[in-house]
């Protein structure tokens, strides 16, 4: 519940994609069930991308926007190298890409099923949540290569929200805030 409420604040606050992932990779490492899973020393949290100039800084200007260039997998892998609660699956599908990561024959079944998320959210949940409909094909196309059956396209996160769910309500939040700007 504290992952959700965090990831809805943050949300509601405007925070971009890549401070949300940064943001809630450090809560989920810090609230982990086993003991001996979360950082053990105020210095292993202050190297946390959050507090440090490297990866986050770097894959700021990732976020695809118009008229700026689109995510590189450079940045993605600086990224992922300091984050704990997440993949670079992960963090390409809520940046919407690079879609080379999905299309290279090295990305397994297990890459594109994981739920190594703050929320155990796969990568088709954070690329549906973010309306990248080209990271969703290139996801779907990759998983049909690899012949992931399709239960683990419709694995719940830990919100017990499949990808379609993920998906509707993310629509519903663009519709409720449009009806809102519009009054």
Do not use: M
Not at 29 to 46: F, M, N
Not at 60 to 86: D, I, M
Request: with cysteine; hydrophobic share 40%.
């Amino acid at each position: 519940k504290a992952l959700r409420d965090a990831t809805a604040a943050l949300v509601s606050d405007g925070a971009s994609a890549t401070e949300r992932l940064v943001v809630c990779d450090l809560l989920g490492w810090g609230l982990q069930e086993k003991p001996e899973a979360r950082p053990q020393s105020s210095e292993e949290v202050l190297a946390h991308p959050f507090f440090a100039d490297g990866a986050a800084k770097e894959a700021e200007g990732a976020e695809e926007t118009k008229g700026e260039p689109e995510t590189t997998e450079a940045q993605v892998n600086s990224l992922a190298e300091g984050l704990h609660r997440t993949t670079k699956f992960h963090i390409a599908a809520e940046l919407g890409g690079p879609l080379s990561l999905f299309d290279d024959p090295k990305t397994t079944a297990a890459d594109l099923a994981s739920r190594h998320h703050c929320l155990g959210k796969t990568p088709l949940h954070l690329a549906t949540e973010g309306a990248h409909h080209e990271v969703v094909a290139a996801i779907l196309a990759a998983a049909a290569t690899r012949n992931l059956p399709s239960v683990y396209i419709d694995l719940k996160d830990l919100l017990g929200d499949a990808p379609i769910h993920s998906l509707l309500k993310a629509i519903k939040a663009v519709a409720t805030s449009e009806v809102g700007a519009t009054r």
